[in-house]
């Protein structure tokens, strides 16, 4: 069974940093893309981040473009955002996600990956609260 396990998250102060791990276990594959998302009160979960295979085409909402990195160590079957600059709009939950690809699969545009619907497998989140 595949599990997404995000870490990292916590009460901030403005300006601070966080960085978030989300490890996968259960199951690897060859190729995915993966993705952060973040959800806040009232809001409908939305893109942060994403990357292609093999560190490809990387994206970032406008929002995160800026002040946060997207990462990933395939060997530890684990992808990472480091988010820097925090604000207090930036207090959510944010969500890990993977979408295994074939290893020929073209990459991904930013709409695509910009979409929830197009991703497979969900952490259960991790709050990120940020004061002012």
């Known amino acids: 069974q595949v599990q997404l396990a995000e870490s990292g998250g916590g009460l901030v102060q403005a300006g601070d940093s966080l960085r978030l791990s989300c490890a996968i276990t259960?199951?690897?594959?060859?190729?995915?893309?993966m993705g952060w998302f973040r959800q806040g009160p009232a809001n409908e979960r939305e893109s942060v981040a994403a990357?292609?295979?093999?560190?490809?085409?990387?994206y970032y909402a406008d929002h995160a473009r800026g002040r946060f990195t997207i990462s990933r160590d395939d060997a530890k079957n684990t992808h990472y955002l480091q988010m820097d600059s925090l604000t207090p709009e930036d207090t959510a939950v944010y969500y890990c996600?993977?979408?295994?690809?074939?290893?020929?699969?073209?990459?991904?545009?930013?709409?695509?990956?910009?979409?929830?619907?197009?991703?497979?497998?969900w952490g259960q989140g991790t709050q990120v609260t940020v004061s002012s």
């Open positions: 990357m292609n295979r093999g560190g490809r085409n990387t």
């Open positions: 259960g199951r690897t594959w060859a190729s995915t893309a």
């Open positions: 996600t993977v979408r295994p690809t074939g290893l020929n699969t073209n990459a991904y545009g930013r709409t695509f990956l910009s979409n929830v619907k197009n991703w497979n497998f």
